[in-house]
C-alpha cells in the first residue's frame, strides 16, 4: 500500500490532536496487505448486512433502535468507565477543553442518546417513500421510492456520540455502517460498538450492520475510502484538514460535511433583548460545536452592542475585534484587535471575531468572502432585511431572529444527524434519515413494449 492519505496531523487534527497511541500501536502493526485483507472482509460482511436490513420492515429496526436504547442505559457504567480512559488520555496529552468536552460522555448524555433512539423509533420509516408517481399513457405505472443507500461509512474525531447517532440512523434507514471514530476515543468507541452489535443481535438484526474499523487506524480508514464497489458512501466529520483529506483523496462517493465558520448579523433595528439572549445561547451554550456562532457582524447603526459585548465577556467570551468595534466597545470590555486570519477561523471555544459593517449588502458581502456555508443568521425587526438576508445569503441553513444552535437534525425534529452537509449534491444542511436514502424507479406494465 502507498504512503497514508490521511496524514497523521489529519487524523488528530483538533480533538486527537495530541491524543495518545491507539490499540493500533500497543502491538505489531500488521502489513498493509493484511489491513487491506482486513478491512475489504469487513466492507463485505456489511454489504451482507445491509441486504439484510435492506428487507427488515419498520416494526423490526424499531426493535433494534429500543433495544439499543435499552442497552446504553444497561451499559452506562461500562460505557463511562472505558470514556473516562480516553478523557484522562486527552487531559495528559494537553487536548483543548473544548475538543474534550466533545469527548467527554456523562450520564445525562447517554441518556440523551437513548432518548434520542427512542425519538427514532416514533419518526416515519423512509424507505419505501413514494417521493413521485403516474401512470403514462401507454399504462405504464410509474414510482420513484426511497431505498437505502447500502453501506454507509463515516470517518470522525473524538465524538462517541456520532457513533450512536450515526447506527440509530443507518438501522432505521435500512443500512449498514462502517465506522472510523479517530484514535481519541478508540475505548469508548470500542465499547460503544459492542453494545451497539450485542442489541442488534438479541432482535435478530444483524450485528455486523455496525461494524469499525478502528483497530486498524489510518491505514485502515485510507483503505475504506479507497474501498470502491464495496462502500457506497462515506461521510467525514470532524475537522477541516481531516474532512478535506477525504474529500481529495477518497475513491468512493463522498458526502462532504464541511466545518462551520458561522455568522450572525446584528441589524440596526434589532432588540437588545433578544440580541443578548441569542448571541450568549449561539456562543456559550456549548461552544465546540460547528453550529455555534464564530463571528458577529455588528451594523454601524446599531445601539445594543455595549449590551451584547458585556453580556460575551461576563460569559467568558474573548472578542476579537476590528478597529470600529473596538472604538464602540464600553471601557469595561476588554478585545485582542481582529486579524484577517480571525474571520476565517472556526474557533470551537469561548472566543468570537466581532466586525463592524454599514448595510446590509457589507454583511452578505463579508458572509459570501468567509463563510463556510453551515449557517448563518440575522436578528432583524427590519421584514425586509429578513426576507434579503434569506434571498441573499446561499448557505445550508438561514435563520431569522434565533440561535445558530438549531441547525441541529435533533432540533429539526429529524431524530439526529450523520453530520451536516455543506454540499449541494444529494444533501444540504443536517442530515437524517431521508438523506440515508437514495431513489429507484418502479415500473410496472402489461406488455408494454417501446414502439
Not at 39 to 64: E, F, T, Y
Not at 266 to 290: F, G, H, W, Y
Request: aromatic residues 2%; glycine residues 8%; contains cysteine.
Amino acid at each position: 500500500m502507498t504512503e497514508a492519505l490521511i496524514p497523521e496531523a489529519a487524523e488528530k487534527s483538533n480533538d486527537a490532536r495530541q491524543a495518545t497511541p491507539g490499540p493500533e500501536t500497543e502491538k505489531a502493526r500488521p502489513s498493509s496487505a493484511d489491513v487491506e485483507a482486513a478491512v475489504h472482509a469487513i466492507a463485505d460482511r456489511s454489504r451482507q448486512a445491509a441486504r439484510r436490513m435492506a428487507s427488515a420492515n419498520r416494526a423490526w429496526k424499531d426493535r433494534g433502535l429500543r433495544a439499543i436504547a435499552a442497552a446504553l442505559l444497561e451499559s452506562q457504567p461500562r460505557i463511562l468507565a472505558a470514556n473516562t480512559k480516553d478523557v484522562a488520555a486527552g487531559k495528559a496529552n494537553g487536548t483543548s477543553a473544548a475538543m474534550l468536552d466533545r469527548l467527554t460522555l456523562t450520564d445525562a448524555r447517554i441518556q440523551g442518546l437513548a432518548a434520542a433512539l427512542e425519538n427514532l423509533a416514533t419518526l416515519p420509516d423512509p424507505v419505501g417513500n413514494v417521493v413521485r408517481g403516474q401512470t403514462l399513457p401507454n399504462g405504464l405505472r410509474l414510482r420513484q421510492v426511497n431505498v437505502p443507500m447500502g453501506v454507509v461509512a463515516a470517518i470522525y474525531e473524538a465524538r462517541p456520540n456520532v457513533t450512536v447517532d450515526i447506527a440509530g440512523l443507518g438501522l432505521k434507514s435500512g443500512n449498514a455502517v462502517i465506522l472510523r471514530g479517530g484514535t481519541a476515543a478508540a475505548a469508548t468507541n470500542a465499547a460503544l460498538v459492542a453494545v451497539l452489535r450485542d442489541a442488534l443481535e438479541s432482535v435478530g438484526l444483524p450485528a455486523d450492520a455496525v461494524q469499525s474499523v478502528d483497530e486498524y487506524g489510518r491505514e485502515g480508514a485510507n483503505v475504506l475510502m479507497r474501498a470502491r464497489g464495496r462502500v457506497d458512501v462515506l461521510i467525514p466529520r470532524g475537522g477541516r484538514e481531516l474532512i478535506q483529506s477525504v474529500v481529495t483523496n477518497a475513491k468512493v462517493p463522498v458526502i462532504e460535511t464541511g466545518e462551520g465558520n458561522v455568522h450572525i448579523f446584528l441589524d440596526a433595528s434589532a432588540n437588545e433583548e433578544m440580541a443578548v439572549e441569542i448571541l450568549l445561547n449561539a456562543k456559550t451554550q456549548r461552544p465546540s460545536v460547528c453550529n455555534t456562532v464564530e463571528t458577529l457582524l455588528v451594523h454601524s447603526a446599531s445601539t445594543v452592542l455595549p449590551a451584547v459585548a458585556e453580556a460575551l465577556r461576563a460569559a467568558g467570551v474573548t472578542l476579537h475585534a476590528d478597529e470600529r468595534i473596538r472604538a464602540a466597545l464600553p471601557a469595561t470590555v476588554v478585545s485582542v484587535p481582529a486579524t484577517e486570519e480571525d474571520w476565517a477561523t472556526e474557533y470551537m471555544d469561548l472566543d468570537l471575531a466581532v466586525a463592524m459593517v454599514d448595510s446590509l449588502d457589507d454583511a452578505v458581502k463579508h458572509i459570501r468572502t468567509w463563510s463556510t456555508g453551515h449557517t448563518e443568521a440575522i436578528l432583524t425587526n427590519d421584514l425586509g432585511n429578513a426576507e434579503r438576508f434569506i434571498a441573499e445569503v446561499d448557505s445550508a441553513a438561514v435563520i431569522v431572529n434565533a440561535s445558530t444552535r438549531f441547525t441541529d437534525g435533533g432540533e429539526l425534529g429529524l431524530g439526529a444527524e450523520v453530520g451536516i452537509s455543506t454540499q449541494k449534491l444529494h444533501a444540504r444542511g443536517p442530515m437524517g434519515l431521508t438523506e440515508l436514502t437514495t431513489t429507484k424507479w418502479i415500473v410496472q406494465g402489461e406488455g408494454q413494449i417501446r414502439a
